[in-house]
């Protein structure tokens, strides 16, 4: 027998490895299995690779670091240049709509300094037209031009909404925008306002020539009116003149003209413009006073001269005989008219006249109606042109029922032919 306790068949036997430990008087000792061992060397590899993996990270960590943080540097900065993009695309906006507010803001206060203007010339027009159309009216020279033209006060109501217009741009969007800023955008395209503003130009240089053609419109209608009262006023002059009648008037000629050149601008030409308007509808209100003191009217409108002024065969002698007056056929009980404004001088029995009426008109002139068969005035008494001073008659030396009519001046009898012809001609500018 083997004492060792080999085998003889499978051979040595391997034995465990055992540990002992001697502390004194103490001793252990252990067995080390072969799985132990085995367990153990796994453990330690596996801790040696860990510690190798841990060694890597560490090592490797600093270049993944490094490029994650050089990324989010691009990034920032890609992010700050954006930022500051945008930032100076918002100072450009903000600085042009502050620069077009202010613009708009320069043409609003304008166009309502023109249409407060405008509104106060139509204030000042208002009185001047009414004086003009009551002065001037409309003469046949005249209509047509005045027909073209629309009325001082219809161009004042235009105004009116126009300049509700312009006030209300001030509250328009191109004046200035509040959205907020996420509706902006970094685009180079032409913002919304950019059409807001080409709205406003387009409605801003549309109501300067509106106001412009307004004040155009004024000046011509001005300008129009005056021209028409020295028409008028010469009219008359010349009507008169031509009869060897008065005149206090002096126009002179246009084509006499000169002077240094002045520019004015058209608040000056307004001014001038109107002044010379005042001074065209002085000159005809002036002769038209003139016109309407002298004896012009017709004494018996409608009927028929029976026998004219100067020499004729007298009707009841029948020889010559110088006739002072003009005779107008007339029923008896018509009523007789003064042809000019005056005072009585005479009211009663006249020789020959029969019931006489004799009326001054100043300047020298006077007028009489003789024949009559009543007399409704007294000696004293002011009349005005057209009141009634008697009825016709066949008083005193007449043949039969007419109104006997005289002009006089200074005393002298004028044929009154020449007075009714011009008061014919001015009759219209009266």
């Not at 080409?198 to 106001?211: G, T």
């Not at 008037?249 to 001014?271: A, K």
């Amino acid at each position: 027998m083997n004492v060792t306790g080999q085998s003889a068949v499978f051979g040595r036997r391997k034995e465990p490895h055992t540990v002992i430990i001697a502390r004194g008087d103490e001793i252990r000792h252990f067995t080390i299995r072969p799985w132990v061992a085995a367990f153990c060397g796994s453990a330690m590899a596996a801790i040696v690779i860990g510690y190798l993996l841990a060694t890597s990270y560490l090592v490797l960590r600093d270049d993944l670091i490094g490029a994650t943080t050089a990324r989010q540097a691009r990034m920032q900065q890609a992010y700050e240049d954006r930022i500051s993009a945008l930032r100076a695309q918002v100072d450009r906006i903000t600085s042009r709509q502050l620069l077009d507010q202010q613009l708009m803001e320069t043409k609003v206060s304008e166009l309502l300094q023109r249409q407060s203007q405008l509104s106060q010339r139509h204030g000042r027009l208002g009185p001047i037209l009414d004086r003009a159309e009551s002065e001037v009216g409309t003469p046949p020279a005249a209509s047509t031009a005045a027909a073209a033209k629309p009325d001082q006060r219809a161009d004042a109501t235009v105004a009116e909404p126009q300049a509700y217009s312009v006030a209300s741009l001030a509250a328009s969007p191109g004046a200035g925008d509040s959205r907020p800023f996420s509706l902006w955008s970094t685009r180079s395209d032409p913002l919304p306002s950019d059409t807001a503003a080409d709205r406003a130009d387009k409605l801003f240089v549309s109501i300067n020539e509106s106001l412009k053609a307004i004040e155009s419109q004024q000046l011509t209608r001005i300008a129009t009116l005056a021209d028409n009262a020295y028409k008028n006023a010469d009219a008359i002059s010349q009507a008169l003149e031509a009869a060897g009648l008065p005149v206090d008037s002096d126009f002179g000629d246009e084509r006499d003209v000169g002077g240094p050149l002045i520019p004015v601008d058209s608040s000056m030409m307004f001014d001038s413009k109107v002044k010379e308007l005042d001074e065209a509808l002085d000159a005809l209100d002036h002769l038209k006073k003139e016109a309407r003191r002298l004896p012009l009217a017709n004494p018996a409108p409608g009927r028929s001269v029976t026998s004219p002024f100067g020499v004729r065969t007298d009707p009841i002698l029948g020889t010559a005989a110088l006739h002072s007056g003009m005779d107008f056929r007339a029923p008896l009980g018509m009523p007789a008219k003064v042809t000019a404004p005056g005072v009585v001088v005479k009211a009663g029995w006249n020789g020959g006249y029969g019931r006489m009426v004799e009326v001054d008109h100043g300047q020298g002139f006077a007028t009489r109606y003789g024949h009559l068969s009543e007399i409704d005035v007294k000696v004293g008494q002011k009349l005005d042109a057209g009141d009634v001073i008697g009825k016709t008659g066949s008083s005193g030396r007449s043949t039969g029922p007419h109104l006997h009519y005289e002009v006089r001046h200074n005393g002298e009898a004028i044929d009154p032919l020449r007075f009714l012809k011009v008061g014919k001609k001015v009759a219209q500018y009266l």
